[in-house]
């Protein structure tokens, strides 16, 4: 039996939880109906999970209109980690809401009398690993596990309460973030640099080099992860004019994902700009470009002739429609030049942390340094409906950059630059949650 919090801190800790958090149960979490893990979709980016999937099964008369991804999932305990391999999340657009479910089938180890009784008062620990396992812990209402977790007021994230990684640091991820981050701020003018894989420190020449130099001072590794990550937190720097205005020098990228659909997918790119292409307009010979802004408040573009829609969505209610919806570049005649399903677009989306920070820059050389700014933007509790209210509002767009050189050549080179982009400006309605901190 885990006696204490601390002691199943320590236990999630030595299985590789980087991340901790508790989920109150009510009297219907349960294994009929699930997990609710919330009323919108914040929830997948913070439970790791598999392909997003369809299920139109029909169930007792009835198309249940949901999607499905898989969890790698394990319950643990004093005698190691057991692994629930039916265990899933669930996806209803139409409520909309997510819920956990399948996480006792298949697994003998599985807290069972805890989690199919409907006693109010119970306790869910998860504990989030950076290969994306999810460890489970189920306590009961009078365990002490459930009595030291009442007795605290953590932070939330969501439906969940976040935890701390030892009882020896109570200070949250959040505090800890900023008191680095005013570190930082105060040491000024930093060498440009970047981490090496074994914690060593080492200059860096290349222009890109302002987010390597925080996530050095950071202790953040490069990895093969989509963003830096510290404690939980997306950290993410951009470069300023000055620290008066802090005044952006470019948009925010938020993903780059190729075409799954249409022209640009079936017949190839090369097809795509040989139809939608245009010639380079600086003059440069035997090249094609692909760019401009495209989005759902705009009409045709003037030299592609494309334009960009929203198909699935209700924008009046902020709920998807149809789960095989997603993004359409169409043309006057309607046919489809390159398009983004829904579930290929959340894949991309729940990448992203559900607790980001934006951290201003500035830069000068020689030799090249960076200094950040004490005007902090966090952001907490993202989601993919956002993502697509601020889409069909127009404010994050669709910024191609995609090039064909020796365009009439045997062996024409071609690059490709998918950007959807949104202004600074705008990145808090993209997050339940936002405020600018003062360092």
């Not at 000024?188 to 894989?197: C, E, N, P």
């Not at 359409?328 to 829904?342: G, N, P």
């Amino acid at each position: 039996m885990v006696a204490s919090l601390g002691q199943l801190l320590d236990l999630m800790r030595h299985h590789g939880a980087t991340r901790i958090y508790a989920k109150k149960l009510a009297p219907n979490d349960n294994s009929k109906n699930q997990v609710y893990l919330g009323g919108d979709f914040s929830a997948l980016n913070i439970i790791p999970h598999g392909e997003i999937y369809s299920d139109d099964v029909d169930v007792a008369g009835a198309v249940r209109d949901r999607a499905k991804a898989l969890v790698d999932f394990y319950w643990i305990d004093e005698a190691g980690r057991h692994q629930a391999p039916n265990t899933g999340l669930i996806l209803y657009p139409k409520y909309p809401e997510v819920r956990m479910s399948g996480f006792l089938l298949g697994c003998k180890a599985a807290p069972s009398a805890i989690m199919r009784v409907r006693d109010a008062g119970r306790m869910l620990i998860l504990g989030i690993t950076r290969e994306g396992e999810v460890m489970g812990y189920a306590a009961t209402a009078n365990d002490p596990i459930t009595t030291e977790l009442n007795a605290h007021d953590w932070p939330t994230v969501g439906v969940f309460l976040e935890l701390p990684m030892t009882m020896d640091q109570l200070e949250s991820p959040k505090n800890r973030l900023l008191n680095e981050l005013r570190r930082i701020y105060q040491l000024h003018w930093i060498l440009s640099q970047k981490l090496a894989s074994d914690g060593t420190k080492a200059d860096y020449a290349a222009r890109n080099g302002g987010g390597y130099t925080l996530e050095a001072e950071l202790g953040i590794t490069p990895n093969g992860y989509a963003e830096p990550d510290f404690m939980g937190w997306e950290v993410k720097q951009y470069g300023v004019r000055d620290f008066v205005n802090f005044r952006p020098k470019s948009p925010v990228t938020l993903m780059t994902p190729e075409p799954t659909g249409g022209i640009y997918r079936t017949e190839g790119v090369a097809e795509f700009m040989n139809r939608f292409g245009y010639p380079d307009q600086s003059g440069k010979p035997d090249r094609k470009n692909f760019g401009g802004r495209y989005d759902c408040q705009r009409q045709h573009h003037a030299l592609t002739g494309l334009r960009m829609t929203l198909t699935g969505y209700d924008a009046e209610t902020g709920k998807i429609t149809d789960l095989d919806g997603g993004l359409t570049l169409i043309d006057v005649a309607d046919e489809v030049a390159a398009s983004w399903t829904f579930k290929g677009m959340m894949a991309h989306w729940n990448r992203k942390h559900a607790q980001a920070a934006y951290i201003p820059s500035l830069f000068r050389t020689p030799p090249p340094e960076y200094s950040y700014g004490a005007h902090v933007l966090l952001c907490e509790q993202t989601d993919f409906l956002l993502f697509l209210r601020a889409f069909a509002a127009g404010r994050i767009y669709y910024d191609p950059a995609v090039k064909i050189e020796d365009a009439s050549s045997h062996k024409p080179r071609i690059k490709r630059r998918s950007q959807f982009r949104v202004a600074h400006a705008d990145l808090t309605q993209l997050y339940q949650r936002h405020e600018n901190v003062q360092l």
